[in-house]
Each structure stands twice: as C-alpha cells, then as structure tokens.
C-alpha cells in the first residue's frame, strides 16, 4: 500500500557529507510519521532521526545530534536526509519508515519500511 525507496548511499570519507532521499508512494494519506534508521552488522536497528508530517518536529539520536539533519517536502512526499561530519562509526545500511503513530522512535511502531542504502565512511 505504501512503497518507500531510499536513495544517495556510497562511500566518503570521513569527515564527508551525504544527502539520503526518501520516496513515498502509495496510499501515503495515513502516514504522520517518517523515520530515518541504520543497522551494522552485528548490532541492532537504531533510529536515527525522524519527522512529523504535521508539525515538522524532529527526533535525533544523540550520536547524529548537530550532524545530521532530517527534513520534508510534503508536496513531493519525500523525506531527507542530510549526514554531515560522517564518522567511520556511521557506516550502516539506512532504512526509511514509515508510521501512522503520532511519535514513533522504535522499530515496532513502523508500519512500512523502504529497501535500505548502504553508507560506508572510510577512515
């Protein structure tokens, strides 16, 4: 019903920048909430960021705090992601969400979720 595709992931160095885009599509009318996530190998699913489709209030984990940004087009339906000063510890595959919730910063309180987009961050 509702098909969410990530783009933007590579490879940077560290100390580089990547723009993370996030599509919606589908039956998108009850979405309120978009959630930006990463997992490494080994560890479990962490939210990084997310948004509100209402109110545009944010949620950052307090390892991207003040280097990553997360922002909306609600004409476009499409959600951003910007990673500035990436870490080598950034380095994960980034899933978008998607969550009828009002707030949602866990896994479980997503109700769809896009392929995912490789970030690596050499040191």
């Known amino acids: 019903q509702v098909q969410l595709v990530e783009s933007g992931g590579g490879l940077v160095q560290a100390g580089g920048s990547l723009r993370l885009t996030c599509e919606a599509s589908?039956?998108?009318?009850?979405?309120?909430?978009m959630g930006w996530f990463r997992q490494e190998p080994g560890k479990e699913r962490e939210i990084v960021a997310a948004?509100?489709?209402?109110?545009?209030?944010?949620y950052y984990a307090d390892s991207v705090k003040g280097r990553f940004t997360v922002s909306k087009n609600n004409v476009k339906n499409t959600v951003y992601l910007q990673l500035n000063t990436l870490k080598p510890e950034d380095t994960a595959v980034y899933y978008c969400?998607?969550?009828?919730?009002?707030?949602?910063?866990?896994?479980?309180?997503?109700?769809?979720w896009g392929q995912g987009t490789q970030v690596t961050v050499s040191s």
């Open positions: 948004i509100s489709w209402s109110t545009g209030s944010k």
């Open positions: 969400a998607a969550s009828g919730k009002i707030a949602a910063r866990r896994g479980d309180e997503y109700d769809y």
């Open positions: 589908g039956r998108t009318f009850s979405n309120r909430v």
